[in-house]
């Protein structure tokens, strides 16, 4: 009888230790009106334009994306809008790439940055560091400073 308690105890404890870590495995919420689910659920395919947010503050809107589990990326395609809530700052473009392990995100075509003191950079390429609050441009760059 003793035994049972203590092995219907294990199993609880286990089964919640599973629960917790695919709780936090899943580090993007989905708001998107089509989704297909490829290759064993390791990859997502979203489809005609919706939102992705993380428990950190990134949210993303695209006309299209693909997550990679395995690499833990999101590629963003179709006027592309990246939104940093903690640190204020906005991304726009044609298409993104946010590497959720190193917190960057790289715009490519037509991008533009505005960050919360309403600076705005423009040029061909930005990459925004969200540990480190940065961003760098290539291409043609512009810079306009409003203060």
Not at 54 to 66: C, K, S, V, Y
Not at 115 to 120: F, I, S, Y
Request: charged share 25%; proline share 0%.
């Amino acid at each position: 009888m003793k035994n049972s308690f203590y092995y219907k105890l294990f199993l609880i404890l286990i089964l919640n230790i599973i629960s917790l870590n695919i709780v936090y495995a899943e580090q993007f919420n989905f708001e998107i009106t089509e989704i297909e689910v490829l290759n064993k659920g390791n990859l997502y395919k979203g489809l005609k334009r919706g939102t992705i947010t993380t428990d950190d503050g990134i949210l993303i809107e695209a006309n299209t994306f693909i997550y990679n589990k395995i690499s833990n990326t999101v590629d963003a395609e179709g006027n592309v809008k990246v939104e940093d809530t903690i640190n204020n700052y906005v991304l726009f473009s044609d298409t993104a790439k946010y590497k959720r392990n190193e917190e960057i995100v790289i715009t490519k075509g037509n991008s533009k940055g505005i960050d919360d003191k309403n600076r705005t950079i423009t040029s061909d390429k930005l990459t925004y560091n969200k540990i480190s609050n940065t961003v760098d441009a290539e291409g043609n760059v512009k810079v306009e400073d409003t203060i």
